[in-house]
């Protein structure tokens, strides 16, 4: 229970990893405010809370919205009159592209729902964080670990959120906040196990030969799962971490080490 009575703020959330992170705090004894765009999604992850006993409230809103993004802070501290942790999971993936010739609005497009987002999102939500002793936990990415082709747009995004948490770190500090940042490498979901059965199928062999292939390079010789990535954000976000900010995690099982 390293959340118990806390207030948990979940931004991004989706049936993979932004649910893994809800339930997560919840089974860590916070109650959790769930922010998306599709409110069903909201509605069955906020049903799966309650049925642990702690409440959820959903707030469908576009974190690179200013109205939205105010809404959503409004909605926090009337039902809970408190924020103790902040989590950004909130990201709109740029094209995949080399940097030579990719579109620029895309590659805007990765910021604004990226370091942008959490930036204005972050500030909105100062007071009460400050009030609170609270941190601020930013899912990036393992990209930062290469600069394969054609990944160059989605590392600009995830370092420009890396900085945004660094920079944060030392304003934030002396005002008692907390910020860190999550790296998580591949994550064994839905839309990872769709791409792997996709691969396969234009090679002529089957999910899981393409998953071992895949996993042999990584010291633990498999692939991280959402609920993993889900308790190293739960970690940080609790006084169990009460020392470390500024710091990145990564949660790769040993693909890449930092």
């Keep these: 229970m390293l959340l118990r009575d806390k207030v948990v703020v979940v931004s991004g959330v989706g049936p993979g990893l932004g649910r893994s992170i809800a339930v997560a705090s919840a089974k860590a004894g916070a109650d959790v405010v769930l922010a998306a765009r599709t409110e069903s999604r909201l509605t069955d992850i906020a049903k799966e809370i309650d049925e642990l006993g702690r409440r959820a409230i959903s707030v469908p809103a576009d974190v690179t919205s200013e109205a939205d993004a105010r809404r959503l802070v409004e909605a926090t501290v009337d039902a809970f009159g408190r924020v103790d942790a902040l989590v950004h999971n909130a990201f709109a993936i740029p094209p995949m592209t080399d940097l030579a010739k990719v579109e620029l609005d895309g590659v805007r497009a990765g910021f604004e729902a990226g370091s942008i987002a959490a930036l204005r999102l972050t500030r909105l939500f100062l007071p009460a964080l400050e009030t609170a002793g609270g941190s601020v936990v930013m899912i990036n990415s393992a990209v930062l670990r290469h600069s394969r082709q054609p990944y160059g747009p989605y590392k600009m995004a995830k370092a420009s959120l890396l900085a945004l948490a660094q920079s944060l770190a030392t304003e934030l500090g002396p005002r008692g906040i907390r910020v860190n940042s999550v790296a998580p490498g591949y994550i ?30 990584i010291d633990l010789r498999r692939l991280p799962e959402p609920d993993e990535i889900a308790d190293a954000v739960i970690f940080l976000a609790s006084p169990m971490a009460r020392a470390i900010t500024g710091q990145c995690l990564d949660v790769n099982c040993g693909e890449y080490h930092h």
């Excluded at 064994?188 to 292939?213: C, H, N, S």
């Design 188 to 217: 064994w979901a839905d839309t990872l196990k769709w791409y792997f059965g996709y691969l396969a199928e234009q090679r002529g062999i089957t999910r899981d030969e393409v998953y071992a292939e895949t996993a042999s390079g």
